[in-house]
Structures are given as C-alpha cells and as structure tokens.
C-alpha cells in the first residue's frame, strides 16, 4: 500500500504486524513516538488482540485514498471555498456553478479524503483503548501486579479518596495507565521493584508532593515528570539513568532530589533556574564531570553530595549558595585538582568533604569559614596546608589559613612600604592604590568565571583588597 500512515502511527504499526508483505513498516520517527506511550506493542499476548481488531474492509479503504493521491493542501482548500462563495455573489446559479466548478473539485477530493481517513482515525483510536484494555488485562493476570496494586487501584476506582500508596518490593515491571486516574494522591513508593519505565499518565497526579522510584531498573524519567508542580521529594537514585529530562526544572517545589547511584554524565542545563526552592541535592556515584552553571541559582539550597563523580571544576560561581551547610566533593580522584577561593563565601558551611582527590592547596581565604565543624582532607597531595595540619580537624587548618593570612599581609604592607621609601612616599602610595585596583579587577574576574583548574588564586589578590 502506497498511503501514507504516518499520521496513524499505531495502525501503521499494526497493520506491518498484521500483514509485512502488504504493508511497510512505519518510519524511524513513527516508531520513536510510539514506544514511549505504548512500551508492550511487541508482547505477543497484546498483538493478536490488536490485528484482530483490523477490519477486513481496511484494505479497500487504503486502495482508495491511494488512488486519490495526496490530499489538497489546506490552505488551497480555504482559498478554494472562499473563491467559491465569491462567485456565487457574483452571477446566477447557471452561470456560478460553470464558474465555481474547478474550485468545487478540489473542496470534494478534500471531502472524500476526509469521508475515508475518518474510520482510520476511528480505527487508530480503537486501537489504542484495544491496547490500554488488554495491558491492563495483562497486568493483572501476571505477577507483575499483584493482589495489592489491583486492591488499590479498585479502591480508587470506588470512589474512595486515596492519597498515599506504598507499592515498594513488589516485583513490579509495569506500571498501570490506571494509576494516573488517583487524582488525590500525595505520596507514592514505588522504590524497589523492576520498573523500566515511567508512564506518561504519571503527569495527572496533580497534587503529588513525594515520589519515590529509586532501586529499579529506569533508563529514563518521561518529560511529563515536569507537569509535577507540586512535587517536594522525588527520589530516583539507584537506576540506570543517563540523564534528567530538562523539564525536571519545572518542579518548581521541589525541596529534594536523589538521583544518586545512576549513569549521569551531566545536570541539566537550566536546572539552577527553577529548582530555586531545593534544600538537597545528592548526585553522588555518577559520571558527571561538571557542574552547570545554573547550579548557582539554587540559592535554597543546604546540602549538596556529589562525591565519587568525575568532577573536573568547580564554578565560582558556587560562592552565591551562602545557605549551604554541607558539601562532599570527595572522590572524584584524578579530575578534581583544586577548588576556587569563593568556597570560603559559603560562610554558613559546617561540614566540607574534599578527600580522596588531587588539591594541592586549599584557598588562603579558609579561615573566613568560622562555623565549619567537619572537614576531610584526606588523600590528597597536600602542601598547604600539610597533611599533618589537616589531620587535625577545621580548626586547627583555619588557625593555620589566619596565620599564613596574616603573614601575607605583612609581607604585602613590608613590600608597600620599601616601595614607597625607594619612590617617595606619594608614589609609594600610587603604587599601592594601583596594586589594589588590579587585584581588585582579578578576583571579580575569576568569581564571575569557572575554576577549572580549581581557581586558586596567588596570595595577596582579591581577599587581600577584601581585607583592607
């Protein structure tokens, strides 16, 4: 058959199971479409209900509109009755009908493609209710859905209002479209089945704050997890995701994310920007090797793991999460070699992970984290400061970073001064100002930057003017 079906994906998905000689198999494009909102096409329980469903006159049907070749375009259509009802202000009944023929053509083949691609689009959507009842049918003969998942979905169907639904080590491999219809639910766990994918009809749970799909088998979330908007905990740790749909952004509420223990490479892009409200990010054991630049907007936020990842630098820009209380960069091995001086703006930080990498030197800015209690520096090539230092614990190291502060101070003002005794003093003075000014201008460069090579900066640029 020659007719496009594109426009009918299922049917022409069908129709090629039905009969491979007779019909085409539908495009790449077509059958990327489908597999999303119809995962089972293939199960040989649910085909059979579905080409016998095809009715017998399908095939004349398809003769037909091949014969009439493609459809008018829309727009010549419209121009067409338009030009018909002109004439027919025109001139008298004889006279328009001459007149209006050519135009009436080309409003009848568009009404006979109509009159046959009408029972396609019956028949498409026939096929889809077809598949939903026979999935669900499946579903509920096999062990997939238990006694459990059938008692709650009967529940909701009754009439009962149910907010809450834990379905957590149940073996489960599909999920019911049916669940979509529990309006009212706030809380679902799903944690701990054999879940490869999330339906669409997931979106209609309007009012969920809580969902919990971690310790399954997901390769992907559906971008219908957007259209979540109240939604405060979603935790999809423990999967085989590669990434976040960049609709996750729209979770506006969101106060936690766990998508720990996954395969993601990257955050999405615009992620910052509307997860403004989150307080907990745990992204640790993935691939991720930086952070977006995004990250930053999360002003919320408090807690932020992201050790055993692939992290190659840290953007300045992560100074402006002045709630953050704990931070673990820990473990990223070989790719992490320093971290940029505006870590110590996150004043309220008590407990900083950096073990288990390649920094060198910690910012000579440190002592400036007075209310940090925790800190691991463990297995890292440390110079400043030593590791024995280190091994003492936040206070002993910030003690350390006052001194060594306050040492380069002294030397800065030594040096100001022999400056200003071999120029005069007024010229001493022009070169101070002038010292200033250019240290200045280099920490705004590098706050407003990205440290990947850690952003450390010499002693005595940006915090030494912060200082004075």
């Known amino acids: 058959m020659d007719h496009d079906l594109d426009k009918f994906p299922l049917l022409s998905y069908v129709l090629h199971q039905f009969d491979s000689n007779l019909y085409a198999p539908p495009s790449m494009a077509v059958q990327q479409t489908l597999a999303p909102s119809f995962p089972l096409l293939s199960d040989q329980q649910i085909m059979p209900s579905l080409t016998q469903s095809i009715p017998t006159t399908i095939k004349q049907t398809l003769t037909v509109l091949t014969t009439l070749g493609s459809r008018p375009d829309p727009l010549a259509v419209s121009s067409a009755r ?3 009802a002109q004439i027919m202000e025109s001139f008298s009944p004889e006279e328009a009908a ?5 135009y009436a053509g080309v409003v009848r083949l568009d009404e006979v493609h109509d009159s046959y691609e009408k029972p396609l689009k019956d028949l498409e959507d026939e096929l889809s209710r077809v598949y939903a009842r026979e999935v669900e049918s499946l579903l509920r003969s096999r062990e997939e859905v238990n006694e459990e998942v059938v008692a709650v979905l009967k529940k909701a169907e009754s009439g009962e209002t149910v907010e809450k639904i834990d379905l957590s080590g149940q073996e489960l491999k ?5 669940l979509g219809k529990i309006v009212g639910l706030v809380s679902l766990n799903l944690s701990c089945n054999e879940l490869k994918f999330i339906p ?3 979106s209609k749970l309007k009012k969920l704050e809580a969902l919990d799909v971690s310790s399954n088998s997901l390769e992907s979330l559906p971008d219908s997890v957007g259209m979540l908007v109240n939604l405060r905990i979603l935790n999809v740790s423990a999967n ?5 749909p960049e609709s996750i952004g729209h979770c506006r509420s969101l106060v936690e994310l766990d998508a720990s223990y996954n395969n993601l490479s990257t955050l999405p892009t615009n992620i910052g920007y509307g997860l403004q409200n989150l307080e907990r990010l745990s992204i640790h054991l993935n691939k991720i090797r930086y952070f977006p630049a995004s990250i930053s907007e999360m002003r919320s936020l408090k807690y932020l793991d992201a050790h055993m990842n692939e992290i190659h630098g840290i953007p300045n820009s992560i100074g402006r999460l002045t709630k953050l209380e704990v931070l673990n ?8 070699i320093g971290v940029p001086d505006t870590i110590t703006d996150l004043t309220n930080l008590r407990e900083l992970d950096l073990s288990n990498n390649q920094i060198q030197a910690i910012p000579d800015s440190f002592y400036r984290l007075k209310k940090l209690e925790k800190l691991n520096l463990d297995q890292n090539p440390l110079e400043i400061p030593s590791q024995e230092v280190a091994n003492q614990g936040a206070e002993v190291v910030r003690e350390f970073m006052r001194k060594r502060w306050a040492k380069i101070m002294a030397e800065e003002e030594q040096r100001i001064g022999v400056e200003a005794e071999r120029y005069g003093d007024e010229t001493g003075w022009v070169s101070w100002g002038t010292s200033m000014v250019t240290n200045l201008v280099s920490g705004v460069t590098q706050t ?3 440290g990947g090579d850690g952003g450390v900066k010499k002693p005595g640029e940006s915090q030494f003017y912060h200082q004075i």
């Open 174 to 178: 599909l999920l019911p479209n049916a």
């Open 200 to 202: 669409d009809a997931i």
């Open 98 to 102: 001459k007149e209006a023929e050519m």
């Open 240 to 244: 085989n995701l590669t990434a976040l």
């Open 82 to 84: 338009s030009k018909i």
């Open 329 to 336: 960069l820990s473990s990223n091995f070989n790719d992490l």
């Open 448 to 450: 407003i930057g990205f």
